[in-house]
């Protein structure tokens, strides 16, 4: 039994760190094309990262301790912490070095979901008009490459609802006793 453990285990890890890989390669084209798409529309470097300890000391130095919109306030380390699929990104959006939203994104079956977007929780963002445009851009780019075929994202509000469905194009389907706003990709 001893000797079967290795060579079982051996297959399985390749296969997830080749996942791994492939995933961070999505993630990273993804960033690239969203900042590029949005660069023009701000002033600063754009940037967007996966969560590292980095990210995690700008969340803690520029977030923590500030009053939070009551439909977010989300505790990105414990997020972090749970969702650690390889297809599983926690992005930091960055201008320059100020951290202006946090993001989450997965890749259940063929569509790709934008799970929690929040936004910098202290005035003067340079992003407030445009990271969640940033946001569902970046996710989009990252199902595309990965084959996925919707774009969905819960809606923490009806405000917010509304707004995806008149700027963004979404409508809404219903999942498991749950409403998603969900738009085909290209």
Same mark, same amino acid.
């Given at each position: 039994?001893?000797?079967?453990?290795?060579?079982?285990?051996?297959?399985?890890? @390749?296969?997830? !760190?080749?996942? =791994?890989?492939?995933?961070?390669?999505?993630?990273? !084209?993804?960033?690239?094309?969203?900042? %590029?798409?949005?660069?023009? !529309?701000?002033?600063?470097?754009? %940037?967007?990262?996966?969560?590292?300890?980095?990210?995690?000391?700008?969340? =803690?130095?520029?977030?923590?301790?500030?009053?939070?919109?009551?439909?977010?306030?989300?505790?990105?380390?414990?997020?972090?912490?749970?969702?650690? !699929?390889?297809?599983?990104?926690?992005?930091?959006?960055?201008?320059?070095?100020?951290?202006?939203?946090?993001?989450?994104?997965?890749?259940?079956?063929?569509?790709?979901?934008?799970?929690?977007?929040?936004?910098?929780?202290?005035?003067?963002?340079?992003?407030?008009?445009?990271?969640?445009?940033?946001?569902?851009?970046?996710?989009?780019?990252?199902?595309?490459?990965?084959?996925?075929?919707?774009? @969905?994202?819960?809606?923490?509000?009806?405000?917010?609802?509304?707004?995806?469905?008149?700027?963004?194009?979404?409508? %809404?389907? %219903?999942?498991?006793?749950?409403?998603?706003?969900?738009?085909?990709? =290209?």
């Amino acid at each position: 039994m001893r000797h079967c453990l290795p060579f079982a285990l051996g297959p399985m890890s @390749r296969h997830l !760190e080749r996942a =791994k890989a492939r995933y961070v390669g999505a993630h990273h !084209e993804a960033a690239r094309l969203a900042a %590029t798409e949005y660069a023009k !529309e701000v002033q600063g470097d754009l %940037t967007l990262r996966l969560w590292s300890r980095s990210v995690e000391l700008a969340y =803690k130095e520029q977030w923590e301790g500030s009053e939070r919109h009551p439909d977010g306030g989300w505790d990105w380390p414990a997020v972090a912490q749970i969702y650690r !699929e390889p297809h599983d990104k926690i992005v930091g959006l960055f201008c320059d070095d100020m951290l202006c939203a946090m993001i989450h994104v997965n890749m259940p079956g063929n569509v790709v979901r934008l799970q929690l977007l929040e936004g910098r929780p202290i005035a003067g963002c340079p992003l407030k008009r445009v990271r969640a445009a940033i946001a569902l851009e970046y996710a989009a780019y990252y199902g595309q490459s990965q084959g996925r075929v919707e774009l @969905r994202c819960r809606p923490v509000n009806d405000r917010v609802s509304e707004l995806y469905k008149e700027l963004f194009g979404f409508s %809404t389907v %219903t999942e498991g006793g749950e409403a998603w706003l969900y738009r085909r990709l =290209k």
